[in-house]
């Protein structure tokens, strides 16, 4: 089987930034996975180099375009390797080998017909590099993703006649229902082609820094029909070797802001030229700084991801951005945010259970990996071992299905279990009388054992996430380098687990993995990365001591009707009788829920049991005491709030995974509803 994913190639006009790392380190994990589950598989990344955009960025720079694009590219390829991104390809539409393919598509478009010459009068933001008709700027003329006024332009021009292809596009969303991914990206992109498809412009004469339009030379070929088509060129054309290996088994990985060009105008070229279309398109939402867009042209928003991950580790970011969002909702970054995970899941759970049990196996096992009892009776040595079985198929599941934040839920639950697992065999005890005893002898070995299998597990089941730390992870339980690059590069098995280390072998305790953040180290951190909105010692009670960055988000906030004001809460308060820290409230993880059922719990009043749809994560059922004030059939249907990341707890024998929130107090007054039209799963603040 083939897979063929690709991320957007990046605008050259100014350096990388946290978003552009999330999706090529997205990219770089699923092209992980599917390659060590033995798929012919092939990762794509690059950079977009044409077009108005860059040629304002070196004319800014006083450069030649293609010098100043050198010096971005090498910036994105140094963040991609420092970011250990994998990718068996980087395409640069500078390159001959992309000239020639989109000169030669174009060509095949022009043969059926399908380009026309003309005139073309109207908005274009160059930002975007699209064109935009009156209706979808604002009242000053400014284009929704850029808050920038959009040029008049007025110019002669080729058009594609895209009109032509609306309903076979139709056609194939209809026939291919996973085309575009999440849903709701999918039925946007729908009633926008319902809406009817006009012609495009797909040629500019007022500036030069494109390819040629062949046989006309006053032309340059628009900007977005010379990117798309590297998906293409970088497979060196139509029938090439790779082609004919991985096309059309590509997989786009795109933000939101550039879905219409990947699923309306890039099948329509494709369809024009009589060549198949990609297999899926998964649309991302955008990591935001107190709810503004992270992005170049808004300074205050900047995040390095090279500063990012000198500070926290490559993958402990990684880790991070793949674990904190679901893939395909917008997510808001704060640092506070990051380090709490890290240390709660990365140097907590995963840390400790390493830490855990490389001690134990040094005390009682003499620094050995020991034997597995083949049948140990008490429950708990069965059960461990079918968590982590199941643990390998969610894993799986929702690697495979595009969730990788679902996914390392997954690998946590062997990691938590594997802590309980030590927990209740104590190891300790069982040492005390093993010199005696063969039963605890062995009852000891095989929890050590397990243990350092459940370690081994889910450093195979974490690597295409972090793959630095599950080679080391692995290094540390007595795995050579050479059975380590064995193990990682090929996915696990439910049915091996508990059998891929080797008796006898010497663990090798090294660094400590994930090394905790104390609170002075954290606040350093914090001081370091964003020092406006770190409290100093002086800092009084009242106005906002935060420098312009924090002031700049924060206006940008307001204007969108975003903005909590987050920023201005001192870590005095947190010494103020009932207050809590920003901090604190952070943890809490919102989300956007939809009630898809409802019933009420058998034997009690107040309590219904509901399944709600979190979107891309998943689908969870909680146990809501609201049943005094709503009958189950009127809650099914609407959006609510549920804190997603509420321990689990069984209330009168049912779970619940979470709790919804209500109005009320001792009775419940109603339900707190949000619009319709959020998707689910959105996170709240
Ligand atoms: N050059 C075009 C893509 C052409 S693909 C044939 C482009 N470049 S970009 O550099 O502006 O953006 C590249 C990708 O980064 C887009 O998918 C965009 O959504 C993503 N991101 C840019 N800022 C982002 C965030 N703040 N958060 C997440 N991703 C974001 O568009």
Redesign the pocket.
């Known amino acids: 089987m083939s897979f063929y994913i690709t991320?957007?190639?990046?605008?050259v006009n100014a350096e990388p930034?946290?978003?552009?790392a999330?999706?090529t380190i997205a990219a770089d994990a699923l092209a992980r996975f599917h390659r060590a589950r033995g798929e012919d598989t092939y990762f794509l990344t690059g950079t977009?180099e044409h077009g108005q955009k860059i040629e304002q960025a070196a004319q800014k720079q006083n450069r030649p375009p293609l010098e100043w694009a050198d010096a971005v590219v090498a910036k994105y390829r140094a963040t991609f390797e420092h970011l250990n991104i994998a990718n068996d390809d980087f395409i640069r539409t500078t390159e001959d080998r992309h000239k020639q393919f989109v000169g030669g598509l174009w060509e095949r478009i022009v043969e059926r017909g399908d380009i026309y010459e003309g005139a073309y009068e109207g908005h274009y933001c160059v930002g975007c590099e699209a064109f935009y008709t009156e209706a979808q700027l604002d009242d000053d003329k400014r284009c929704p993703t850029h808050q920038t006024k959009a040029e008049w332009v007025s110019e002669p021009s080729y058009f594609f006649r895209m009109s032509k292809y609306q309903d076979a596009l139709l056609k194939h969303f209809e026939d291919n229902p996973g085309f575009v991914r999440p849903e709701n990206y999918r039925n946007e992109i729908v009633s926008f082609i319902k809406s009817g498809l006009r012609d495009l412009s797909v040629s500019r004469t007022t500036f030069q820094w494109g390819i040629p339009v062949p046989g006309n030379e006053t032309h340059v070929i628009y900007v977005?029909m010379d990117?798309?088509s590297?998906?293409m060129s970088a497979l060196g054309g139509v029938d090439a070797e790779l082609y004919n290996r991985f096309w059309p088994a590509a997989h786009h990985l795109?933000?939101?802001?550039?879905l219409r060009?990947?699923a309306v105008y890039w099948p329509c070229f494709l369809l024009a030229a009589g060549l198949p279309l990609p297999q899926s398109i998964f649309v991302?939402?955008?990591?935001?700084v107190r709810g503004s867009?992270?992005?170049?042209s808004m300074p205050a928003?900047r995040v390095d991801p090279n500063e990012l991950s000198d500070d926290i580790g490559v993958d402990a970011l990684r880790y991070f951005l793949l674990r904190e969002v679901p893939l395909g909702l917008d997510g808001d970054f704060n640092y506070e945010g990051l380090v709490g995970r890290y240390n709660a899941d990365l140097a907590n759970d995963l840390g400790n259970l390493l830490n855990r049990t490389l001690t134990m196996t040094g005390k009682f096992c003499a620094g050995q990996v020991p034997e597995r009892a083949a049948d140990i009776p008490a429950p708990k040595h069965t059960e461990i071992d079918a968590v982590a079985r199941q643990a390998i198929a969610d894993t799986t599941r929702h690697l495979a299905d595009w969730a990788p934040s679902r996914a390392l839920e997954a690998v946590w639950t062997l990691v938590r279990a594997g802590n309980r697992y030590v927990d209740g065999c104590q190891p300790w005890k069982l040492a005390k009388t093993a010199g005696d005893n063969p039963e605890h002898r062995a009852e000891l070995d095989h929890c050590m054992r397990t243990a350092l299998e459940a370690l081994a597990c889910a450093a195979r089941l974490v690597a295409p996430v972090m793959p630095g730390k599950a080679a080391e992870l692995l290094r540390q339980l007595g795995v050579s380098d050479e059975r380590g690059a064995e193990l990682v590069g090929a996915w696990p098995e439910p049915d091996r687990f508990g059998q891929e280390l080797a008796a006898g072998t010497a663990i090798a305790r090294g660094d400590v993995l994930f090394p905790r953040f104390d609170k002075d180290q954290q606040l350093a951190l914090l001081r370091k990365w964003a020092p406006d909105s770190v409290p100093t010692e002086s800092a009084g009670q009242s106005g906002d001591k935060r420098g312009d960055k924090g002031k700049k988000a924060d206006k940008q906030s307001k204007k969108q009707g975003k903005g909590q004001g987050q920023g201005k809460t001192k870590a005095k308060d947190s010494e103020k009788p009932g207050l809590v820290p920003f901090a604190d409230v952070a943890r809490l993880d919102l989300r956007v829920a939809e009630i898809r059922s409802a019933e009420p719990v058998p034997k009690t009043s107040k309590l219904l049991r509901l399944s709600v749809d979190l979107g891309p994560m998943g689908t969870r059922q909680v146990v809501a005491g609201i049943a005094g004030r709503y009958k189950a059939e009127e809650v099914v249907g609407k959006k609510v709030i549920l804190v997603a990341n509420l321990e689990p707890a069984t209330i009168r024998g049912v779970e619940s995974q979470g709790m919804i929130l209500a109005a009320g107090d001792r009775d419940i007054l109603g339900l707190s509803t949000i619009d319709e039209s959020v998707p689910n799963g959105t996170k709240v603040r």
């Open positions: 991320t957007p190639i990046y605008y930034h946290l978003g552009h999330y999706a977009d977005w990117a798309l590297n998906y795109i933000g939101k802001d550039i060009f990947h991302t939402g955008w990591w935001t867009k992270i992005s170049k928003t």
